[in-house]
């Protein structure tokens, strides 16, 4: 199976290679259209902020390609942020996979959330072998809004979206590489689809 890596300048790209082949996958780390667009998966990572992570995207013309591919697409925490309409964060329109705002914890709790949370409300084969209330590992100031997308939420301040999906696009704010056998379990039903 082949699985490209989105490497656009911001993401853990590591802990995601790491993570694959702990599971017996390699993937390759790439920004080249054709490469891209001939695997079987894309995973499509982010750590940083929204609105220069764009820039590089555009950069690459990357926000063109990405909205076209065909075959599934995990987005990881800002990889799925940037896979929506619009973030606060830079006042940035995102690729619009996802119609969803980002918006920013409010000054009522501590930014950024960091650490472990659950997930519940599972709506999707995705999370095949995963109970409601699993804890994942979560780092993030910025939010998707619940939507008709939401296939898991998390309550941090209040309900949001903690994974989304429309067709073949998948988004997760928690980190599956950083979140044990759970989140390893994610990332396989995620490469078995």
Same mark, same amino acid.
């Given at each position: &199976? ?7 300048? $911001?993401g853990?790209?590591?802990?995601? !290679? ?6 017996? =996958? ?6 080249d259209?054709?490469?891209? #667009? ?16 764009? *820039? ?30 619009? +973030? ?9 996979? =996802?119609d969803?705002?980002?918006? #920013?914890?409010?000054?009522?709790? #501590?930014?950024?959330? &960091? ?9 999707? %084969? !995705? =999370?095949? %072998?995963? *109970?409601?209330?699993? @804890? &994942?590992?979560?780092?993030? %100031? =910025?939010? $998707?809004?619940?939507?008709?997308n939401?296939i898991a ?7 949001? +979206? ?11 704010? @928690?980190?599956?590489? #950083?979140?044990?056998? @759970? ?11």
């Amino acid at each position: &199976m082949k699985i490209a890596i989105i490497d656009y300048g $911001a993401g853990n790209v590591q802990s995601v !290679l790491f993570a694959l082949e702990r599971l017996g =996958f390699e993937g390759i780390v790439t920004s080249d259209w054709n490469t891209i #667009k001939s695997t079987d998966k894309v995973i499509f990572p982010g750590v940083g902020e929204a609105s220069s992570a764009m *820039k590089m995207l555009v950069d690459n013309g990357l926000d063109v390609l990405i909205p076209t591919l065909k075959q599934p697409v995990l987005g990881i925490c800002l990889g799925m942020q940037l896979m929506c309409k619009h +973030s606060e964060e830079g006042n940035t329109n995102g690729l619009g996979i =996802f119609d969803v705002n980002v918006v #920013k914890f409010s000054n009522e709790v #501590k930014v950024p959330q &960091m650490g472990w949370n659950t997930i519940y409300n599972l709506k999707s %084969s !995705l =999370f095949t %072998s995963i *109970k409601e209330n699993e @804890f &994942m590992y979560l780092v993030h %100031s =910025f939010y $998707a809004s619940l939507s008709e997308n939401t296939i898991a939420t998390t309550n941090y301040e209040q309900e949001y +979206s903690t994974a989304l999906q429309r067709d073949n696009f998948y988004g997760v704010q @928690f980190h599956p590489e #950083k979140s044990g056998v @759970f989140g390893e379990q994610i990332l396989k039903n995620f490469l078995n689809f």
